[in-house]
């Protein structure tokens, strides 16, 4: 069984800044993809960011320029820092990994989401 647990979301101001990270455990063998993903109340869950094992990166257009997606593959961790935050980034965010238990099995996981909400 593999766990992701999110932290580091909280209460901001608008132009604020925050770093999430991500830690994965259990039967890992190798995770190949990360990304976060955010649900704001009433509305569908929306890719924010991702990235590959080899470092290659992707963003939604409203968060370009404003947030940066990482990873460290030795510790199987992932952050987000988010800067000059905006009320519109207001969302539980969740982290998301695609980890390989073996070198045949793949499969898909979801942190239990943490709150970012941002003060106008």
């Known amino acids: 069984q593999v766990q992701l647990v999110e932290s580091g979301g909280g209460l901001v101001q608008a132009g604020g800044s925050l770093r999430l990270s991500c830690a994965a455990s259990g039967s890992i063998f190798r995770i190949t993809d990360m990304g976060w993903y955010r649900q704001a109340p009433g509305k569908e869950r929306e890719l924010v960011a991702s990235i590959t094992r080899g470092g290659s990166t992707n963003y939604a257009d409203s968060v370009k320029g404003r947030f940066t997606i990482s990873r460290n593959n030795a510790k199987n961790t992932g952050h987000l820092q988010m800067n000059s935050l905006k009320p519109e980034d207001t969302a539980v965010y969740y982290c998301?990994?695609?980890?390989?238990?073996?070198?045949?099995?793949?499969?898909?996981?979801w942190g239990q989401g943490t709150q970012v909400t941002v003060s106008s």
């Open positions: 998301h990994a695609e980890v390989k238990v073996s070198a045949n099995y793949e499969y898909d996981y």
